[in-house]
């Protein structure tokens, strides 16, 4: 383990910080409209058991069981088309694919995928970051979003009230142990 990690989730533990999280098939998704596959969930940042912010969270489908473990032909080369099929199953079900059995059309199924709650925590972290930044301009220059844009407007207005959330529900010391605990994750 990197000592990233064991600051990140030495951190989380210190401070009580635990994620909860509740899937969301791709199907519905707001990743859907783009066409940008991914796993999708709803998560709960807790803090000592009590609920701080609630809100959507994905990864693409590189954390995806069959992306990273591919079906393989024999000599090792990559069953690309089986893999597409998995990891489609997989960010619709939310769960492992293992194969399929073709003669009755069903699914070999496996465990739960769940997010990371270092990776969870450290987003949440990046988003809150805008609380930072004195003005929207200013936020949209640091993180190279068109000033003049409604769209860049919208996600600097959905990160400002994750993180006054954040900040309500941990403080302003909490957050800002955080940061340092995550700044190298």
């Known amino acids: 383990m990197s000592a990233a990690r064991e600051a990140a989730e030495k951190a989380m533990q210190e401070h009580g910080l635990t994620v909860v999280s509740v899937f969301v098939p791709y199907s519905q998704s707001r990743n859907k409209a783009a066409g940008w596959q991914s796993l999708n969930w709803r998560v709960t940042l807790l803090r000592n058991g009590r609920g701080v912010v609630t809100t959507e969270y994905a990864a693409g489908i590189a954390h995806c069981p069959s992306y ?12 690309t088309y089986n893999r597409g099929r998995q990891v489609a199953e997989e960010i619709e079900t939310g769960r492992a694919c293992a194969g399929f059995y073709e003669s009755i059309g069903a699914v070999k ?3 739960k995928i769940e997010p990371d709650a270092c990776d969870v925590v450290n987003s949440l972290i990046l988003d809150a970051g805008v609380i930072d930044c004195g003005s929207f301009e200013d936020w949209a220059s640091e993180y190279g979003y068109d000033t003049d844009s409604r769209k860049a407007e919208a996600i600097y207005r959905a990160c400002l009230e994750l993180a006054l959330k954040m900040r309500a529900g ?16």
């Open 68 to 79: 990273k473990n591919p079906p393989t032909f024999p000599g090792g080369k990559v069953d």
């Open 170 to 185: 941990l403080g302003d010391a909490c957050m800002a142990s955080l940061r340092d605990a995550f700044a190298d994750y």
């Open 109 to 111: 199924r496996g465990a």
